[in-house]
């Protein structure tokens, strides 16, 4: 069974970077995209970022593009969100999630991840 766990949220000044991190376990023999997400008090999940099974092909919502880099541990079971320029609008708790590709190129739909992290906090001073 495919497990997610976050860490490395924590309280930041605005303007400053952080870098998160979700380990993987249960990724056997499949290929295995990977997408962070975050929720704010009182607003639906939104999408941040997702990366293949490859590392190779990225995608990034356009709230976060040039500022947060999404990127794969060497093993393949740890993905990281670098955020840096960090905004009054970035904090919420941001969640690793997981799906099972059949290419190790392609990426799922925002609305298609099976798996997910139990969350981490971050939290932006102004």
């Known amino acids: 069974q495919v497990q997610l766990v976050e860490s490395g949220g924590r309280l930041v000044q605005a303007g400053g970077s952080l870098r998160l991190s979700c380990a993987a376990s249960?990724?056997?023999?499949?290929?295995?995209?990977m997408g962070w997400f975050r929720q704010a008090p009182g607003k639906e999940r939104e999408f941040v970022a997702a990366?293949?099974?490859?590392?190779?092909?990225?995608n990034y919502a356009d709230s976060v593009k040039g500022r947060f880099t999404i990127s794969r541990g060497n093993a393949k079971n740890t993905v990281y969100l670098q955020m840096n320029s960090l905004k009054p609008e970035d904090p919420a708790v941001y969640y690793c999630?997981?799906?099972?590709?059949?290419?190790?190129?392609?990426?799922?739909?925002?609305?298609?991840?099976?798996?997910w992290g139990q969350g981490t906090q971050v939290t932006v001073s102004s």
């Open positions: 999630a997981a799906r099972r590709t059949i290419s190790g190129s392609s990426l799922p739909a925002r609305d298609q991840y099976d798996y």
């Open positions: 249960g990724l056997t023999s499949s290929s295995y995209a």
């Open positions: 990366i293949t099974w490859s590392g190779y092909t990225t």
